[in-house]
């Protein structure tokens, strides 16, 4: 069975940082585009940064300078660093296929306070 594992969230004020780690099993992750979702309260899902195999890089407005996301094909790994956070990015941030998603993990709760 697929499982993707979130890590890394946690409680931080407004303008701190957090880094973000997603594994996946090396079947999905060494040949697809990935990315970072976030799902705030009452909100729908929405892709916020997305990564190719070979490394290129796609961001939401709303993140862009401020989030970079990253892969590690030989871990299998891939990250989010998180720098000048906002109250909006108050959110579960989960990772995932960018199409055909698998069972989606638990995710990481971030959460920032003014």
């Known amino acids: 069975q697929v499982q993707l594992v979130e890590s890394g969230g946690g409680l931080v004020q407004a303008g701190g940082s957090l880094r973000l780690s997603c594994l996946a099993p090396?079947?999905?992750?060494?040949?697809?585009?990935m990315g970072w979702y976030r799902q705030a309260p009452g909100k729908e899902r929405e892709l916020v940064a997305r990564i190719s195999s070979g490394g290129r890089t796609n961001y939401a407005d709303s993140v862009k300078g401020r989030f970079t996301i990253s892969r590690d094909n030989a871990k299998n790994t891939m990250y989010l660093q998180m720098n000048s956070l906002k109250p909006e990015d108050t959110a579960v941030y989960y990772c995932?296929?960018?199409?055909?998603?698998?069972?989606w993990g638990q995710g990481t709760q971030v959460t920032v306070s003014s």
């Open positions: 090396g079947s999905i992750f060494s040949i697809n585009v």
């Open positions: 995932n296929k960018v199409q055909n998603y698998v069972p």
